[in-house]
T-cell receptor
Framework: DAMVIQNPRYQVTQFGKPVTLSCSQT?????MYWYQQKSSQAPKLLFH???????NEADTPDNFQSRRPNTSFCFLDIRSPGLGDAAMYLC???????????????FGPGTRLTVL | AQSVSQHNHHVILSEAASLELGCNYS??????LFWYVQYPGQHLQLLLK??????LVKGIKGFEAEFIKSKFSFNLRKPSVQWSDTAEYFC???????????FGAGTRLTVKP
């Protein structure tokens, strides 16, 4: 019944060691999003894909990259994690199309990243 | 700066008390407004949303929210909370024709049995 799946749920990495977080969806939605949520803060949009079109937020550090090889999967790559990148990373999807701004976003359970 | 503000960081209520959580936004133009809820250990899920029509929107589990354009507000209400409403509540905004969603910092609601 799971619709947006994130793996792993918990990820520990070392300072500077590249890490990849995974998201998959069974909803066949056009849009996939990555958010960063630090403790007691609002989820912050990093970027999103509309189909294959990548849309980066202006203030997303270059250290964060994303790939979407097909409709179902989207990856978040952190090239050189710093201590400040420790956070919950949320993946979400939405249907897209005209009126997409009113779409409900469907969230995965998140991956909690710890940087040692 | 453009933002979404949730002024209550943590609200503690007893069961059957009435709830109102504040949400204000500072974006101009046409906005779409959402309330999401995150129950302990679960993912974010939609409670309700407003994008046009009746400014009083009803959502799941007895929640409602009222869009007051003149006040740039979209407060969430429930007349009688239950212990199972204990969760974190997030207000969010998208701008007309733009998928990018901006969230408030969230309000943690604790309902005491």
């Amino acid at each position: 019944d799971a619709m947006v799946i994130q793996n792993p749920r918990y990820q520990v990495t070392q300072f500077g060691k590249p890490v990849t977080l995974s998201c998959s969806q069974t909803l066949n939605h056009n849009v996939m999003y990555w958010y960063q949520q630090k403790s007691s803060q609002a989820p912050k949009l990093l970027f999103h894909y509309y189909d294959k079109d990548f849309n980066n937020e202006a203030d997303t550090p270059d250290n964060f990259q994303s790939r979407r090889p097909n409709t179902s999967f989207c990856f978040l790559d952190i090239r050189s994690p710093g201590l400040g990148d420790a956070a919950m990373y949320l993946c979400a999807t939405s249907k897209g199309g005209s009126g997409g701004a009113t779409d409900t976003q469907y969230f995965g359970p998140g991956t909690r990243l710890t940087v040692l | 700066a453009q933002s979404v503000s949730q002024h209550n960081h943590h609200v503690i209520l007893s069961e059957a008390a009435s709830l109102e959580l504040g949400c204000n936004y500072s974006y101009g133009g046409t906005v779409n407004l959402f309330w999401y809820v995150q129950y302990p250990g679960q993912h974010l899920q939609l409670l309700l949303k407003y994008f046009s029509g009746d400014p009083l929107v009803k959502g799941i589990k007895g929640f409602e929210a009222e869009f007051i354009k003149s006040k740039f507000s979209f407060n969430l209400r429930k007349p009688s909370v239950q212990w199972s409403d204990t969760a974190e509540y997030f207000c969010a905004v998208t701008l007309y024709n733009n998928n990018d969603m901006r969230f408030g910092a969230g309000t943690r609601l604790t309902v005491k049995p």
